[in-house]
């Protein structure tokens, strides 16, 4: 397969601004997963587009890493190649509860690769990058959007953005009739235009470390570890550890979990160092292999803030909430959110200002409230209800774990992988069940699906 990318990126994102402002017909603010896909879709569609990010890559992002086939299927529609060297490809998850160990393929679906893959975020965020400006994005990498500009109806015109460069102390205007806010979990554009987090919602955190350790660095298994506890013997954690392959001689190992629905915020850094503690030996979990300090973030989940469309402003991504309540994985849909928005403003801008396509941006909302709607749904009453409580104890329970076919219905509803029209009886038993959640009402609180 071709690779899309330029040799380097730098030539490409130290940019000459002109002090009187930059205009293109979409800004995107922040080239994380969701926002350089958005870029990449809008440029492929024609569209001049503004690619903002406030760090210069390649850089860290706190994250586990991990691919499921949702994001390999993301990426190769963005043409990158993931067969070159770097990719570490998993065959499935390994899961981990008390005595069991048992191993999960992925699944042989119509619409999904059966493989995942994981690569450290400092250099995947870099190659998705680069692709979105091969595609014909304009990278400002080092530019910090510092607030929304509005016009007198208080819809969304640009951007005003910072330099980190000294020589540019003033805040230049990005201006473009449509906005899409790829800026993660702060989502401070999205605050600055009103767009609040559901209090309802529950926030997960996460906390990682890299580990030098050869003997599990090319394991063909992304792994899951779903018998954690609170420090001390105390109540089962309410999520899951992982030890994820990176191929480089590390492995990336970390813990997310939802607030305690009793104990309130575990505390994973100890929780972290209870758990390696129990790891063998030759794995090398130990603090001597330790590469840089343990660093956690938030995980909005389940589509948190609403509504994802408003007033020129499009939310993809953590900065709507996107991370699924089903697992806290957020790249292969913070992908897909930047696809669908990148078609939504591309279709939109195919109309004059005015209403027509303002119809076609609200349709942004709608679609994604057709895709993971019913899905997200279910999966805040599991959270709310199960996880929160008891982590994956509850139904990794020793039936489950006995019984291949459980498993694998388990473990695709967890990673919402399915076929429609269903293909076999796991895909019939899904899909009738998500077909059975009322779709969440576009203007409900927490369908996502709200327009103004
Ligand atoms: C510990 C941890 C482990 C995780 N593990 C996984 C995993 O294994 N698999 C998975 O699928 N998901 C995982 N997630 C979730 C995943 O990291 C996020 O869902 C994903 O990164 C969301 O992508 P995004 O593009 O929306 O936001 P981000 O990746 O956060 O990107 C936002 C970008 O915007 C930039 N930015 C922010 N503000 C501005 C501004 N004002 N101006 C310009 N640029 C700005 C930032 O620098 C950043 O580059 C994990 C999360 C955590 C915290």
Redo the contacts with the bound molecule.
């Keep these: 397969m071709r690779d899309l990318s330029p040799p380097d990126l730098a030539t490409t994102d130290v940019r000459e601004v002109s002090r009187s402002g930059e205009d293109a017909l979409v800004i995107v603010?922040?080239?994380?997963?969701?926002?350089?896909?958005a870029a990449y879709h809008l440029a492929r569609a024609g569209v001049d587009v503004i690619l903002?990010?406030?760090?210069r890559f390649p850089?860290e992002?706190?994250?586990?890493?991990?691919?499921?086939p949702h994001?390999v299927h993301q990426l190769i529609r963005m043409g990158v190649d993931v067969s070159a060297p770097g990719w570490t490809r998993s065959r499935g998850m390994r899961w981990v509860a008390g005595e069991h160990r048992v191993h999960i393929d992925w699944p042989a679906l119509g619409r999904y690769p059966d493989f995942g893959l994981?690569r450290s975020?400092h250099d995947f965020?870099d190659i998705l990058a680069r692709h979105a400006v091969a595609a014909g994005a304009r990278l400002y990498s080092g530019?910090?959007?510092?607030r929304p500009l509005t016009d007198r109806a208080g819809r969304v015109i640009g951007?005003a953005?910072t330099s980190d460069s000294p020589d540019l102390p003033e805040p230049v205007d990005f201006r473009a009739p449509v906005v899409v806010a790829?800026?993660?979990?702060?989502a401070?554009?999205a605050l600055a235009m009103g767009l609040e987090r559901d209090p309802r919602r529950q926030i997960a955190?996460?906390?990682?470390r890299y580990y030098r350790s050869p003997e599990r660095s090319q394991e063909d298994y992304l792994e899951l570890w779903a018998d954690l506890r609170f420090p001390d013997g105390g109540p089962y954690l309410p999520g899951y550890g992982?030890i994820?392959p990176v191929g480089d001689g590390r492995v990336?190992v970390?813990l997310?979990a939802l607030p305690h629905r009793r104990h309130g915020k575990a505390d994973l850094r100890a929780t972290l160092d209870q758990w390696l503690a129990r790891t063998p030996e030759e794995w090398g979990l130990r603090e001597e292999n330790a590469e840089g300090p343990v660093?956690?973030?938030?995980?909005?989940l389940g589509f948190n803030r609403h509504p994802l469309y408003a007033r020129g402003l499009l939310l993809?991504?953590?900065?709507?909430g996107?991370?699924s309540p089903w697992n806290?994985?957020?790249?292969?849909?913070?992908m897909e959110?930047?696809e669908v928005a990148a078609e939504s403003a591309a279709l939109a801008l195919a109309h004059p200002e005015g209403p027509r396509r303002e119809q076609v941006l609200r349709g942004y909302p709608v679609e994604m409230n057709r895709r993971w709607g019913r899905y997200y749904r279910l999966g805040n009453t599991a959270a709310d209800l199960v996880f929160s409580r008891s982590g994956f104890q509850p139904v990794l329970n020793r039936y489950v774990m006995g019984s291949p076919f459980l498993l694998n219905t388990l473990a695709r509803l967890l990673t919402n992988l399915t076929d429609t029209p269903s293909r076999d009886v796991v895909d019939h038993l899904l899909n009738t069940a998500f077909r059975l959640v009322p779709s969440p009402k576009p203007g409900a609180r927490g369908s996502g699906a709200r327009s103004r």
Excluded: H, Y
Aim: hydrophobic residues 40%; contains cysteine.
């Design positions: 603010v922040g080239a994380g997963p969701a926002g350089s896909s903002l990010e406030k760090a850089r992002k706190v994250c586990g890493d991990g691919l499921t994001a994981s975020r965020d530019w910090k959007a510092e951007v953005a790829a800026d993660g979990a702060s401070r554009l955190t996460a906390a990682r992982w994820f990336n970390g997310g660093r956690s973030a938030a995980l909005p993809v991504g953590d900065s709507g996107m991370v806290g994985e957020g790249i292969a849909q913070a959110a930047g």
